[in-house]
């Protein structure tokens, strides 16, 4: 099971930090991650949610990262690496990968953070996100166990998926404008044109 885990998200970025005790790995946008066995998910959100789930019972958790809730075409269709920008998409992949490593619903989970409003604009996506999230969530009884969102600060998160911590650090506004340009740049690509890899820079 663990070398399956291994090949499935062998595109992910993984880095050694000093400061913690396990490898950490590093989500983009559209991007997810799962694992038995102890890691730290990083990521940073500017108006994007993530998602930490997890099985307290069975030890097994992961990430999410996506900027919309759902699709914005008239038939609601894209293409499957596209799908996975996209919450509807991306909470059921989470759950998903965490079930198919021993973890049942009923014992899972959620932390949720980002939907930061970091540019102007007469849509609020960020608070589209947060509210849409907690709505599934609720909807699929998956108690919410922290949540910090909104606010006009990106985040940084990182998510300990053997003990469910979470470590958060809110940035200066200095590095909003920045966040601003790349999420609105992404967003237009979201928007307009057909994803053709598994990785998004961001």
Known sequence: ???????????IRRMQNTRFPYEVVVILPGEYFVSQEPKVVYTLLGSCI????????FNVGGMNHFML???????????????????????EILIDEILKRGGEKNRLEAKVFGGGK?????MDIGAINAAWVIDY??????????????????????????????????????????????????????????????????
């Open 137 to 202: 969530l609720e909807r699929e009884n998956v108690p919410i166990l922290k949540a910090n969102v909104g606010d006009v600060c990106p985040r940084k998160v990182y998510f300990f998926t053997d003990s469910g911590k979470v470590l958060l650090k809110k940035l200066d506004h200095f590095v909003v404008e920045a966040i601003a340009e790349e999420e609105g740049q992404y967003h237009e690509k979201l928007q307009r044109t057909p994803l053709q890899s598994e990785v998004t820079l961001f």
């Open 50 to 57: 993530s998602v930490c789930l997890r099985d307290p019972f």
């Open 1 to 11: 099971m663990a070398s399956t885990g291994l090949m499935k998200f062998w595109h």
């Open 118 to 122: 970091i540019y102007d604009g007469a």
């Open 69 to 91: 809730a759902v699709p914005t075409g008239q038939d609601g269709q894209d293409s499957w690496a596209e799908s996975r920008r996209y919450g509807s998409f991306a909470m």
